[in-house]
Structures are given as C-alpha cells and as structure tokens.
C-alpha cells in the first residue's frame, strides 16, 4: 500500500512537471514574455533562462516517471517550485495578478500559483518518506507513455472545454433583447 501511494504521488508529480513544459515548449514566446513579466531578469537572458526552466521541468518528468534519482528529484523539485512561488509572490505585490500562464488554459492549476506550489512542496515532503518503487525497463517506458497520454489529454480536454465555453458565450447575447 505505502509502496502503491509513492508510485501514484510519483505518477502525479510527473505529469505535473510535463504539463507545464508540454504547455510552456509548445509556446515558447509567451513563456518567454510570461517569465520576463517577473522582472527578475533582463531581456538578455530570458531565453536563456527559458531553456533552463524547461530544461529542469523536464528532467523532473523523466526521474519521477521512470524512478530516477529519489530523493534528489524531490529536493530539486522543492527548489524549482519554492523559487517560483517567491517569484511569483514577488510579482503579485509589484502587478497585483495572483495568476501565471504555467498550465496554459487550465485555470484552476493557474489560480493563485504560490498556494498551488506550496501545496506541491509539501506533497514532495511526503513523497520523500515514502519508498521509492522500483521499475523494469517495461514499466518505465509504460509510465511515461501513461503520464504523457494523461497530460497531452487533460490539455486537449481543457481546451476543448474552454472553446466550447466561448462558443456559448457568443452564442447568448450580453444584452437581452
């Protein structure tokens, strides 16, 4: 069982980190733009800096899919999401938006990201004390084709739910007539 919850913990943490680099690769400008909006960092360095992110995002994917570097993967997890908490807490108070672009169109993972990353931190913490379970090579090639067909398909799904949201609120007029 406690083996059991790490793999699932495991399996979320990675589509978690391979959502927002799916999301953030495929829109490489606007994450450019969205990392450069913290004003941490000059225009210089933002791709840069870009790269390194998604980088970094996607070697957490791999090592939480695939069981790579226990213990390593969640400390270096709990760094990457505690500095973009701070950065993003940084922003808030200097733009007042409680919000990023991190999951594209998937709102509620979008809202109030300093919460959302704490609560990751501290999802990482428990992940830490539970024992990392071991995988043959079948199994490692069957979680990440599972964590990516689970995260390319909540992508489509959101975008799908929220064109089909657009397209009834064109559909009602604003005004009654």
């Known amino acids: 069982m406690i ?40 225009r210089s360095l933002v791709s840069i800096a870009a790269l390194v992110v998604l980088s970094v995002e996607f ?28 950065f993003s807490w940084r922003k808030t108070k200097l733009t007042g938006v409680d919000a990023c672009a991190c999951y594209g169109e998937i709102a509620f993972l979008n809202r109030s990201p300093v919460y959302r990353n704490i609560i990751l931190i501290g999802l990482l913490v428990v992940d830490l004390l539970l024992p990392t379970p071991e995988q043959d090579g079948y199994g490692q090639i069957n979680s990440l084709l599972f964590v990516m067909a689970l995260s390319i398909s909540i992508g489509l799904l959101q975008s799908a739910w929220t064109k089909r949201k657009r397209r009834r609120h064109h559909e009602h007029p604003a005004v009654p007539m």
């Open 3 to 42: 083996q059991w919850s790490g793999y699932v913990l495991d399996m979320t943490m990675s589509v978690l980190f391979f959502m927002p680099f799916y999301i953030k690769a495929i829109r490489f400008r606007n994450f450019r733009i969205e990392l450069y909006s913290y004003g941490i960092l000059p």
């Open 59 to 86: 070697l957490l994917f791999l090592s939480f899919a695939i069981g790579l570097f226990g213990g390593w993967r969640e400390l270096a997890a709990i760094v990457l999401l505690a500095a973009f908490a701070f």
